[in-house]
């Protein structure tokens, strides 16, 4: 237990802003996910992909938490920092969404 509290409704809104947005940067910079059927293919990122593949797989890592609903308001910002180093290595760079880009989103 933390002493953090639980992430909140505006967190699980940016996490999925960020994840479209580098979905977008990916693709547009040429970058796919490799996907083993019977063969390679190349399959272009999605929100829910890079939902699932990198920020889960990170999450999972680092806090064993399947869902983003068990993650504190911490470990968003501590999975934030890893992935963006990450996508560093690879010269891409996706600012988390703050209150100001969530609230032109609903206008």
């Not at 479209?20 to 190349?42: F, H, I, P």
Request: proline share 4%; hydrophobic share 35%; aromatic share 8%.
């Amino acid at each position: 237990m933390t002493d953090h509290p639980p992430r909140t409704s505006q967190q699980r809104k940016a996490i999925e802003v960020f994840c479209k947005n580098v979905a977008q940067v990916l693709n547009d910079g040429g970058l796919s996910v490799q996907v083993m059927l019977k063969s390679d293919v190349e399959v272009p990122w999605s929100q829910a992909l890079v939902k699932e593949i990198m920020w889960k797989g990170i999450q999972e890592a680092m806090f064993n938490k399947k869902s983003t609903t068990e993650l504190d308001t911490s470990e968003v910002t501590q999975i934030y920092e890893v992935f963006n180093r990450h996508m560093a290595e690879h010269e891409v760079f996706v600012e988390f969404p703050s209150n100001d880009i969530l609230s032109r989103r609903k206008e």
